[in-house]
């Protein structure tokens, strides 16, 4: 089996202040830190046990993840199985970055996001430039608020011409046109996280070959819909794979709307759909534009 699976365990801690989340510098007692790595270890395990199936792993923590030791660990262990296809991880970049010289180049990569104000900017941009020198595939984001557009030209100016930039859309704002235009300048791809994608009755990969799990191991079609498929650990949720339509109205995040089989972006993200980094016929790295289908 072929089987993407998003993993959000307990952690719901991060060390920045991010106006616009909700669990900024929200603290983990140490006994949720504790059950967190339990469950964490316990994915884990169940991963590395997998040999006859190809996975393809993306952490998805609320919190910041790579902040604590069995993040950082799992990842470096995890990279190095052969059935293990990509594992890859949500994080703000804040962690060092000499344990990355314990993974596997060629198949762990990072999703990384740049917060304007939570981190000096020369640190951040230092630490893309060593994930560079290291050979970790990784992208890097922002929020597309007006506050950091400044930044965010300034990143796409002084990050390396291979690596993607990419704007998610403001949760709950409405661009206009002309702003719309400023963000899909520093990235083509903007025009998808503009808008909510209509979703209701469309077929899509989760559920069949794409599941979200919890660190109770409980197995849902992804993180946006409620309904339990069965458990990860008894192997109750395999006799539930099959395709499925999308029971929500709409669909307004990149980790949900990314596995809709009418968009066209797993072959825009052909062989980095986790770590959301474009093939390498994308604009920014010199090839042709896709195709941007309205949401």
Same mark, same amino acid.
């Given at each position: 089996?072929?089987? +993407?699976?998003?993993?959000?365990?307990?952690?719901?801690?991060?060390? #920045? =202040?991010?106006?616009?989340?909700?669990?900024?510098?929200?603290?983990?007692?140490?006994?949720?830190? &504790?059950?967190?790595?339990?469950?964490?270890?316990?994915?884990?395990?169940?991963? *590395?046990?997998?040999?006859?199936?190809?996975?393809?792993?993306?952490?998805?923590?609320?919190?910041?993840?790579?902040?604590?030791?069995?993040?950082?660990?799992?990842?470096?262990?995890?990279?190095?199985?052969?059935?293990?296809?990509?594992?890859? $991880?949500? +994080?703000?970049?804040?962690?060092?970055?000499?344990?990355?010289?314990?993974?596997?180049?060629? +198949?762990?990569?990072?999703?990384?996001? #740049?917060?304007?104000?939570?981190? %000096? #900017?020369?640190?951040?941009?230092?630490?893309?430039?060593?994930?560079?020198?290291?050979?970790?595939?990784?992208?890097?984001? $922002?929020?597309?608020?007006?506050?950091? /557009?400044?930044?965010?030209?300034?990143?796409?100016?002084?990050?390396?011409?291979?690596?993607?930039?990419?704007?998610?859309?403001?949760?709950?704002?409405? #661009?206009? =046109?002309?702003?719309?235009?400023?963000?899909? *300048?520093?990235?083509?791809?903007?025009?998808?996280?503009? &808008?909510?994608?209509?979703?209701?009755?469309?077929?899509?990969?989760?559920?069949?070959?794409?599941?979200?799990? =919890?660190?109770?191991?409980?197995?849902?079609?992804?993180?946006?819909?409620?309904?339990? /498929?069965?458990?990860?650990?008894?192997?109750?949720?395999?006799?539930?794979?099959?395709?499925?339509?999308?029971?929500?109205?709409?669909?307004?995040?990149?980790?949900?709307?990314?596995?809709?089989?009418?968009?066209?972006?797993? =072959?825009?993200?052909?062989?980095?759909? /986790?770590?959301?980094? %474009?093939?390498?016929?994308?604009?920014?790295?010199?090839?042709?534009?896709?195709?941007?289908?309205?949401?």
């Amino acid at each position: 089996m072929d089987l +993407t699976l998003l993993y959000r365990g307990p952690l719901a801690s991060c060390d #920045y =202040d991010c106006p616009y989340c909700p669990f900024a510098k929200r603290r983990d007692s140490t006994a949720q830190l &504790r059950s967190d790595r339990a469950a964490l270890e316990r994915f884990a395990h169940w991963a *590395a046990a997998q040999a006859d199936d190809r996975l393809s792993l993306l952490f998805t923590p609320w919190g910041e993840g790579l902040v604590r030791s069995w993040y950082r660990r799992t990842l470096a262990e995890l990279s190095h199985l052969p059935h293990i296809r990509r594992v890859a $991880i949500q +994080t703000n970049l804040s962690c060092r970055t000499d344990w990355l010289a314990e993974a596997d180049p060629d +198949t762990l990569a990072l999703w990384c996001t #740049y917060h304007p104000g939570q981190t %000096p #900017y020369d640190r951040f941009l230092a630490k893309c430039r060593d994930l560079t020198d290291r050979g970790i595939r990784f992208s890097v984001g $922002i929020v597309g608020l007006a506050e950091h /557009l400044e930044a965010a030209r300034r990143l796409r100016a002084d990050l390396p011409a291979h690596v993607y930039l990419w704007i998610n859309a403001a949760e709950g704002h409405t #661009y206009t =046109d002309a702003e719309a235009d400023l963000w899909t *300048a520093l990235d083509p791809l903007f025009p998808y996280s503009r &808008r909510p994608h209509t979703s209701a009755g469309l077929p899509c990969r989760t559920g069949e070959s794409v599941i979200s799990v =919890d660190g109770e191991g409980t197995v849902r079609r992804c993180h946006f819909v409620r309904a339990e /498929l069965g458990n990860l650990y008894d192997g109750s949720y395999r006799a539930a794979l099959r395709p499925r339509p999308c029971p929500l109205a709409v669909c307004d995040c990149h980790i949900g709307y990314v596995h809709l089989e009418t968009l066209p972006l797993y =072959d825009v993200f052909a062989g980095g759909v /986790l770590e959301r980094i %474009p093939a390498p016929a994308h604009p920014q790295t010199g090839g042709p534009l896709p195709v941007i289908l309205p949401g």
